[in-house]
Nanobody, 114 residues
Framework: QVQLVESGGGLVQPGGSLRLSCAASGRIFSLYVMGWYRQAPGKQRELVAAITSGGSTNYADSVKGRFTISRDNAKNRVYLQMNSLKPEDTAVYYC????????WGQGTQVTVSS
């Protein structure tokens, strides 16, 4: 069982930045594929960014050039740096870990509004 705890969400003005953090349990964190997903009201959950155990990354087209995913295996953490935020980025952001099975955090709200 893997436990994931997100933090760093909040209210930010358009053009602003936020950094999300996800703390994971487990002694083999470095082997997990870690991802950030988001779900806006009335919409399906979608992949925002993912990072493999080897450090390869992929991003949704809508966030390329604005968001950066990274991981610190020594701290069992994955981060999502979000810059140039737009109102359409407003959603609950979820951390996901995958290694055979898949685990989810409880989510953190990000609201982009003036």
């Amino acid at each position: 069982q893997v436990q994931l705890v997100e933090s760093g969400g909040g209210l930010v003005q358009p053009g602003g930045s936020l950094r999300l953090s996800c703390a994971a349990s487990g002694r083999i964190f470095s082997l997990y594929v870690m991802g950030w997903y988001r779900q806006a009201p009335g919409k399906q959950r979608e992949l925002v960014a993912a990072i493999t155990s080897g450090g390869s990354t992929n991003y949704a087209d809508s966030v390329k050039g604005r968001f950066t995913i990274s991981r610190d295996n020594a701290k069992n953490r994955v981060y999502l740096q979000m810059n140039s935020l737009k109102p359409e980025d407003t959603a609950v952001y979820y951390c996901n870990a995958a290694y055979g099975s898949s685990w989810w955090g409880q989510g953190t709200q990000v609201t982009v509004s003036s």
